[in-house]
C-alpha cells in the first residue's frame, strides 16, 4: 500500500464518529470479558427487566433495539452459548477471512458455508433467537476479542419482528445500524456486509409486513455511503412474483433456510467476497 493510500485510510478512520448508545446501558458491567460476579447476577434476571429504562421504571420501547442488553432463554443458558462462542473466537485470534455475526440463520449456516466457501476461513458467532440488542451485548462482552476478520457478514433483526408493535420498525432499522456502527468500530480495516432481514411467512401477516417495512427504514439509512460497508437486499432473490416466498429455499417453518436456501445466499455473496479479497 502507498502513502496515499495510507493516509486516506487513516484519514477515514479519524472520521467515523465513536459509538455512543442512545441510553447508557444499566449493567455494572458495560464491557469487558470475563464477566464479574455482579454483571452474571445481573443479566440471570429476565430480559424485560434489563430493558433501557426499566432502571429508572421507564417505558422505552424505542430504545430497546438500540441499547445493548443480553439474552435469555431461562437459567444461564443463553450465557453458557455466549461463553461457548467466546472460546471459538479466543481459539481462532488473528487473522480470519470472514466473521460472520447474526441469529440462528447465521448459525445454521453450518455445512452449507464449507460446501459453498470450502476456502474461506470463518468465525461464525451467530445465536438462535438473538436481536439486535443481544449481538450489541455479545459484541462489547468478549465476542469478537481478538480476531482480526478480513470481511464481516451482518444479518439480524428478524427476532426484533416479534417486539415492532411496541418499538416500531424505525427502531429495529437503527439496531442493524448500531450493530454495524459497533462492527466498524471494532474493526476499522474490514470490510462490512450488512445483508437486509430475509422475507419470510406470507404477504399480509405483520411479521411479513414489517420486514419489508424495516428493510425500507434500512435502505433509508444510507449505510452503503461508508466506503467499507455493502448492503446486501435479498428480497427478491427469496420472493415470488407474487410476493410468496419461494418455498424451496426455506424449511417448513417459513423462516429459517434449506441447503437450497443458502445456496441462493452464498450465489449473491460470493461476487461481494471476491470483491473484498481484491482489495
Given at each position: 500500500?502507498?502513502?496515499?493510500?495510507?493516509l486516506?485510510?487513516?484519514?477515514?478512520c479519524?472520521?467515523?464518529?465513536?459509538?455512543e448508545?442512545?441510553?447508557?446501558p444499566?449493567?455494572?458491567?458495560?464491557?469487558?470479558?470475563?464477566?464479574?460476579?455482579?454483571?452474571?447476577?445481573?443479566?440471570?434476571?429476565p430480559?424485560?427487566?434489563?430493558?433501557?429504562?426499566?432502571?429508572?421504571?421507564?417505558?422505552?420501547?424505542?430504545?430497546?433495539?438500540?441499547?445493548?442488553?443480553?439474552?435469555?432463554?431461562?437459567?444461564?443458558?443463553?450465557?453458557?452459548?455466549?461463553e461457548?462462542?467466546?472460546?471459538t473466537?479466543?481459539?481462532?485470534?488473528?487473522?480470519?477471512?470472514?466473521?460472520?455475526?447474526?441469529?440462528?440463520?447465521?448459525?445454521q449456516?453450518?455445512?452449507?458455508?464449507?460446501?459453498?466457501?470450502?476456502?474461506?476461513?470463518?468465525?461464525?458467532?451467530?445465536i438462535g433467537?438473538?436481536?439486535?440488542?443481544?449481538?450489541?451485548?455479545?459484541?462489547?462482552?468478549?465476542?469478537?476479542?481478538?480476531?482480526?476478520?478480513?470481511?464481516?457478514v451482518?444479518?439480524?433483526?428478524?427476532?426484533?419482528?416479534?417486539?415492532?408493535?411496541?418499538?416500531?420498525?424505525?427502531a429495529?432499522?437503527?439496531?442493524?445500524?448500531?450493530?454495524?456502527?459497533?462492527?466498524?468500530?471494532?474493526f476499522?480495516?474490514?470490510?462490512?456486509i450488512?445483508?437486509?432481514?430475509?422475507?419470510c411467512h406470507?404477504?399480509?401477516?405483520r411479521?411479513?409486513e414489517?420486514?419489508l417495512l424495516?428493510?425500507?427504514?434500512?435502505?433509508?439509512?444510507?449505510?452503503?455511503?461508508?466506503?467499507?460497508?455493502?448492503?446486501?437486499?435479498?428480497?427478491?432473490?427469496?420472493?415470488?412474483?407474487?410476493?410468496?416466498?419461494?418455498?424451496?429455499?426455506?424449511?417448513?417453518?417459513?423462516?429459517?433456510?434449506?441447503?437450497?436456501?443458502?445456496?441462493?445466499?452464498?450465489?449473491?455473496l460470493?461476487?461481494?467476497?471476491?470483491?473484498?479479497?481484491?482489495?
Open positions: 500500500m502507498n502513502l496515499r493510500l495510507i486516506a485510510a487513516l484519514l477515514l479519524s472520521a467515523l464518529p465513536a459509538l448508545y442512545a441510553h447508557k444499566a449493567d455494572p458491567q458495560p464491557s469487558g470479558w470475563p464477566l464479574t460476579a455482579e454483571e452474571k447476577a445481573f443479566i440471570a434476571k430480559e424485560f427487566e434489563r430493558r433501557p429504562g426499566r432502571e429508572v421504571n421507564q417505558h422505552l420501547p424505542q430504545l430497546w433495539p438500540v441499547v445493548p442488553t443480553a439474552g435469555f432463554f431461562g437459567g444461564d443458558s443463553w450465557l453458557k452459548i455466549h461457548g462462542l467466546v472460546k473466537v479466543q481459539a481462532n485470534p488473528g487473522p480470519v477471512d470472514v466473521l460472520l455475526v447474526g441469529d440462528s440463520i447465521t448459525i449456516w453450518g455445512a452449507s458455508w464449507a460446501k459453498q466457501f470450502p476456502d474461506r476461513k470463518a468465525v461464525n458467532i451467530g433467537g438473538d436481536k439486535t440488542q443481544n449481538v450489541l451485548w455479545r459484541l462489547d462482552h468478549g465476542g469478537v476479542d481478538g480476531l482480526q476478520p478480513k470481511t464481516i451482518l444479518m439480524i433483526g428478524n427476532n426484533n419482528m416479534f417486539f415492532t408493535s411496541e418499538t416500531g420498525v424505525d429495529a432499522a437503527k439496531g442493524v445500524e448500531t450493530c454495524a456502527r459497533n462492527l466498524r468500530e471494532k476499522p480495516d474490514a470490510e462490512l450488512v445483508a437486509k432481514i430475509l422475507p406470507a404477504p399480509k401477516s411479521f411479513y414489517d420486514i424495516t428493510n425500507a427504514e434500512i435502505e433509508k439509512l444510507n449505510l452503503g455511503a461508508d466506503p467499507k460497508i455493502r448492503v446486501l437486499d435479498l428480497t427478491a432473490d427469496f420472493l415470488n412474483p407474487d410476493g410468496t416466498i419461494k418455498k424451496a429455499l426455506y424449511t417448513p417453518d417459513n423462516i429459517h433456510l434449506s441447503p437450497e436456501g443458502y445456496a441462493a445466499y452464498a450465489a449473491r460470493k461476487p461481494l467476497l471476491e470483491a473484498t479479497s481484491k482489495r
